[in-house]
T-cell receptor
């Protein structure tokens, strides 16, 4: 049972380059999330998709775009990477976006912007 | 405003001694509280969740947490630490449908 799969696991970019982080879940969950994790700051929500066909901004959306391609897949795009976007990015999913809903996480993408 | 505060950024214990990781929440609504663990280079894994059915919640790997409304706390405990418990632990609240994570507590277990 794969759960949440993120690709790539590591990436180094130059400032101004673009890239898309991929995420897929096989648990038939409705809701999906993108977070970034920085030292001492916990996890901060970038974007989420409560259900297929919808996306909404989270706490730190600037510089990012997302696409909910279908129920399984939720991608995160950096159009013009900046050093401030160096971080570890986690994708997560949950059955629905409601109370008592635990989130299931992928193993992360470690992204460095030079 | 909804917030989650983990009171210690680092905790060190000796193997075989009790573990206490502290979490306080602030929510205008009934909280929906979780503890997650993160091992190096891995994503977060659910340890336990509070669902209002019981104030003492048992999780995986011998961990448990007690919900205390009067103290707005949801501290994580384990009677006897194991070397494999060394990791970072996150408290979270989804009480207003918005998931808020604490900043994490790194647990070090000394041999």
């Amino acid at each position: 049972n794969a759960g949440v799969t993120q690709t790539p696991k590591f990436q180094v970019l130059k400032t101004g380059q673009s890239m898309t982080l991929q995420c897929a879940q096989d648990m038939n969950h409705n809701s999906m999330y993108w977070y970034r994790q920085d030292p001492g700051m916990g996890l901060r929500l970038i974007y989420y998709s409560a259900s297929e066909g919808t996306t909404d901004k989270g706490e730190v959306p600037n510089g990012y775009n997302v696409s909910r391609l279908n129920k399984r897949e939720f991608s995160l795009r950096l159009e013009s990477a900046a050093p401030s976007q160096t971080s570890v990015y986690f994708c997560a999913s949950s059955p629905d976006r409601g109370l008592y809903q635990p989130q299931h996480f992928g193993d992360g993408t470690r992204l460095s912007i030079l | 405003a909804q917030s989650v505060t983990q009171l210690d950024s680092h905790v060190s214990v000796s193997e075989g001694t009790p573990v206490l990781l502290r979490c306080n929440y602030s929510s205008s609504y009934s909280p929906s509280l979780f503890w997650y663990v993160q091992h190096p280079n891995k994503g977060l894994q659910l340890l336990l969740k509070y669902t209002s059915a019981a104030t003492l919640v048992k999780g995986i790997n011998g961990f448990e947490a007690e919900f205390k409304k009067s103290e707005t706390s949801f501290h994580l405990t384990k009677p006897s630490a194991h070397m494999s418990d060394a990791a970072e632990y996150f408290c979270a609240d989804s009480g207003t449908y918005k998931y808020i994570f604490g900043t994490g507590t790194r647990l070090k277990v000394l041999a």
